[in-house]
C-alpha cells in the first residue's frame, strides 16, 4: 500500500511540476535563472550531462557532453546569435581555438538559437570577423534545457539596454576536466565581455595541479613561482610568495 501511494505521489509531481531524470538524478523542468532550483551545479562535482543538436564543419549533427569524456570541455553559454559583445567572444575563442585543441581542450558553445541560425550566423558574420569561421561544435538550446541543468536560463526574460530580449541562456563558462567534473564556473553581465586569455590560463593552472599536486598563486602562468601545500606553509606563505610575483601587477 505504501509502496503505491509513494508511486502515485511521485506521479503527480511529475504532472505538476515537470520533473525528469538525468544521470539517474531527479530535477525540475522550470529550474533557472528566476525560479526555484532543484539542481545546483556545483565545483568539484559532475558536469550533468545532454544531447542536443549542433552546427559543426558545415553540417546538422548530434553532440552529447559524454562524447568529450577523456578530453577538458569549455562549455560556452551565450544568450543569442547576432549579438554585439558575443560575436566578438565566440571570434576570440576561434582565433585561440588551436592553443585550446593542444591543451586537450573541446569548446562547445550553447544558445537559445537553432542550428540554421547558426549557420546563417556563421556565413552573414562570424566569417568576416575571423577566417574560417568558428569551428567548434555550436549547439542549440531552443528550451533552455541545457541552460537549466546548468542553472543559466533567465526564465524571466533578460534585458539589455532597456530592451527584452526574451528568454536565454545568460553568460556564462564552464570548465570540465576529462572525467566530467566541473572546475571553474562563472556568469558574466551581458555587458562585459569575457577573455579568453585568462580562461587559457585556468586550464594551464588546473592541468599543472592535476600533474604536479602543486598549487597555483593568483596570476600564475606557467614557468612562475607555484606553492607546494603542506602543514608548514599554512601562515606562512610570505616566505613563498607576495604580489610582486604575480603576473598581474
Known sequence: MNKCIGTYCLFLAILLVGLFVVDGKLFAQNSGVGSDNVNIVKVDKPAPDFTADAF???EFKKVSLSDYRGKW????FYPRDFGIVCPTELT???AKYNILKSLNVEVLSVSVNSVESHQEWQEKE???MIEG???FPMLSDPDGSIGRLYNVYDEEGLVVMGKSIGKVDLKASFIIDPDGIVRAMDVLTPQAGRYI????RRIKALQHNEETGEVLPDGWVPGKTT???SDELEGNVWKEWNPTYSTLY
Do not use: R, S
Open 56 to 58: 559543426h564543419d558545415g
Open 73 to 76: 570541455v569549455l562549455l560556452h
Open 92 to 94: 576570440a575563442l576561434a
Open 126 to 128: 562570424l566569417k568576416k
Open 133 to 135: 569561421g568558428v569551428k
Open 197 to 200: 586569455n585568462e580562461t587559457i
Open 227 to 229: 606553492l607546494t601545500p
